[in-house]
């Protein structure tokens, strides 16, 4: 069992930059793949980015390329997404969530926060 804990949302203005945290407890994190979803109002869940095991291997999803990195340090098992140059389409509730293989599709995590709410205005 793995506790996922999302902190570092809030209220930004178009251009700003927000950091995410995802604060695992429980089974070490390190043994999974995480990554980032959100999901905003009236529409489905959608991939953001993730990153493997080792923390070597990162995707985004197009939409993000560019602005947001992911990152996670195991020691502290904590994973990190560093959003830039956010947009007013950027504002949702971001998850995180561990999954035991590498994968970009929300049905393949195992374990999920209870999200952060991202709100940019123009």
């Known amino acids: 069992q793995v506790q996922l804990v999302e902190s570092g949302g809030g209220l930004v203005q178009a251009g700003g930059s927000l950091r995410l945290s995802c604060a695992a407890s429980?089974?070490?994190?390190?043994?999974?793949?995480m990554g980032w979803f959100r999901q905003a109002p009236g529409r489905e869940r959608e991939f953001v980015a993730r990153?493997?095991?080792?923390?070597?291997?990162?995707y985004y999803a197009d939409s993000v390329k560019g602005r947001f990195t992911i990152s996670r340090d195991n020691a502290k098992n904590t994973v990190y997404l560093q959003m830039s140059s956010l947009k007013p389409e950027d504002t949702a509730v971001y998850y995180c969530?561990?999954?035991?293989?590498?994968?970009?599709?929300?049905?393949?995590?195992?374990?999920w926060g209870q999200g952060t709410q991202v709100t940019v205005s123009s």
């Open positions: 990153i493997t095991r080792s923390g070597l291997r990162t």
């Open positions: 429980g089974r070490t994190a390190s043994t999974y793949a």
């Open positions: 969530a561990a999954s035991s293989i590498s994968s970009s599709l929300s049905p393949d995590y195992d374990y």
